[in-house]
């Protein structure tokens, strides 16, 4: 170990200092026989590969000076730990919809689907069950709160692109809703022109559209729906270099001790989903800086939702994500692999998410907070000299002339620059291209089957240890609120059956 090596694992040991005392709370309570929890945060990174914690760990360390606290907990023995099979009903590899239907309903679905069945049949979701116990019910997330994942403890609907319907189920089922997603809800903007923002508020929620908004009204309200961008929010790498977007837009974990702190006053159970999605975003799009800064985004709710749970030891925490995606790497680079620090530390000096930068590199629009991107740039294509500008004062390092000219060619609308059918796109070969300088490299565009790492504390908190099967948590959550419940499932055989008829026809690039 290096003297700078040894200087970074101290600290990143320490991280946990604040709150190991409550983490020892914690794990007494889940050693209680028969301990139950009255409050319930299941946390999400979304598409976060294997790969991501130890890349986050690093980049934490030489960004931050300390490790992540979910690093820190995997060193402690309150925190239990394990690997999820996330598989759907009919592929190893899950989207994100039937991936958080397998917790919140218990049965495994078709991709693409929220909480039913191939034949149609609607499954009861988790929030349903919790709700008419008593419970309170909150979704946090940094992507449109009707997205995929969300959606899978509230909602049950055909396709998880059809976000209007959800956010309709939404309404005097979840108390407490922050994320993005305005559109939804808005009358200029649903097909329907329906004001379900106002249909919400005269239901007796509170209304933000704003960080400030959200802080002043959250003393006196018992529910709150806060929808912070008319999409997805921004990036955490973009918000970070934006003070107006810093006004605007609370950090997941702003918005997640907002949402507790409004549950907990109410004096009653509940369960709270938080998801740091954009992980996921930015790993469909290749971008090793904004997935990691996102990391660390996710990895600060982890510390409010920690500190939290100090004091409060019937609380089960459970972090975990539900999928791979694109699986990065910092690859061995240079002779002996000296070179492949260096690369990686290039990654602290970027400052915009590619979702901002492959615009003017490749896509059609300005800045887009969906990160749909396509071949083409209006205007036409940049110059080589523009784009070289571009990786500077974004990346702050320039690329080739050779990957300049590439960059241009693609931007242009040209394709087979690139023998891997998933990274022969705009920002397959970005990523590629900047690869090479960082020495983070990707398998491909989309979700990988990984199983996903689990770390859970509290009571309840054993039965997430070890090897489990996603459908298993619906299981474990439902028994420990006092529910007595089994959804509907089908088995694979009989599903195959239902596959033609129920092929969704769009892939959209940011499922997720
Ligand atoms: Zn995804």
Not at 141 to 168: C, N, Y
Not at 386 to 413: N, S, V
Not at 429 to 434: A, D, E, K, R
């Amino acid at each position: 170990m290096t003297a700078i090596n040894r200087r970074f694992f101290f600290k990143g040991a320490g991280v946990l200092a604040g709150v190991a005392g409550g983490l020892e709370t914690l794990d007494a309570a889940a050693q209680k026989p028969g301990a139950r929890p009255r409050r319930i945060i299941f946390m999400v990174a979304d598409g976060m590969s294997p790969s991501v914690l130890p890349l986050a760990e690093q980049f934490s360390l030489r960004v931050r000076g300390k490790g992540l606290l979910w690093q820190a907990l995997l060193n402690r023995a309150e925190a239990r730990r394990g690997w999820m099979d996330m598989a759907s009903l009919d592929s190893l590899v899950t989207d994100s919809s039937s991936a958080s239907s397998s917790w919140g309903s218990g049965s495994r679905i078709f991709n693409g689907w929220v909480n039913m069945l191939p034949d149609g049949t609607r499954l009861t979701p988790i929030c349903d069950l919790v709700r008419d116990k008593g419970w309170l019910t909150a979704l946090v997330t940094t992507a449109t709160v009707t997205h995929a994942t969300p959606a899978g403890f509230a909602a049950s609907v055909r396709r998880r692109d059809d976000e209007h319907l959800i956010a309709e189920q939404y309404l005097d089922k979840v108390d407490v809703i922050l994320g993005g997603g305005r559109r939804f809800f808005a009358p200029d903007s649903r097909k329907d022109a329906k004001d379900l923002a106002a249909a919400f508020r005269a239901a007796g929620y509170s209304y933000a559209e704003n960080r400030q908004q959200m802080q002043a009204q959250a003393a006196a309200a018992k529910r709150m729906l806060g929808l912070f961008s008319p999409s997805h929010v921004p990036y955490t790498v973009d918000h970070r270099h934006n003070e107006a977007a810093q006004k605007l837009v609370p950090t997941l974990a702003e918005m997640s001790g907002t949402a507790l702190s409004m549950l907990e006053k109410q004096n009653k159970p509940f369960l709270i989903q938080i998801e740091g999605a954009r992980v996921d975003h930015a790993a469909h799009s290749n971008d090793a800086a904004g997935l990691l800064w996102d990391q660390i985004a996710f990895d600060e709710a982890i510390e409010t939702v920690l500190r939290f749970a100090e004091g409060r030891p019937d609380t089960l925490v459970v972090i975990t994500s539900d999928h791979g995606n694109s699986n990065p790497g910092l690859v061995g680079m240079g002779i002996e692999y000296r070179q492949s620090n260096a690369c990686f530390e290039r990654l602290a000096g970027i400052k915009a998410s590619f979702s901002s930068i492959s615009p003017r590199l490749a896509g059609t629009a300005e800045y887009a907070m969906d990160a749909q991107q396509t071949a083409g740039v209006a205007g036409g294509a940049p110059s080589v000299a523009r784009i070289q500008e571009l990786a500077e004062q974004y990346l702050g390092f320039p690329f080739t002339q050779e990957e300049a000219e590439i960059l241009h060619r693609c931007a242009a609308g040209e394709r087979k620059l690139c023998v891997n059918r998933q990274l022969d796109s705009a920002v397959g070969i970005l990523g590629q291209v900047v690869g090479n300088h960082t020495g983070i490299h990707w398998t491909g565009t989309t979700h990988t089957s990984d199983y996903t790492l689990v770390t859970a504390l509290g009571p309840g908190a054993d039965r997430f240890a070890g090897f489990i099967r996603n459908t298993s948590v619906f299981d474990t959550l439902t028994d420990l609120a006092g529910i007595r419940f089994r959804n509907p499932s089908m088995d694979p055989e009989k599903a195959g059956k239902f596959r033609e008829a129920a092929f969704t026809p769009r892939l959209r690039p940011d499922w997720a």
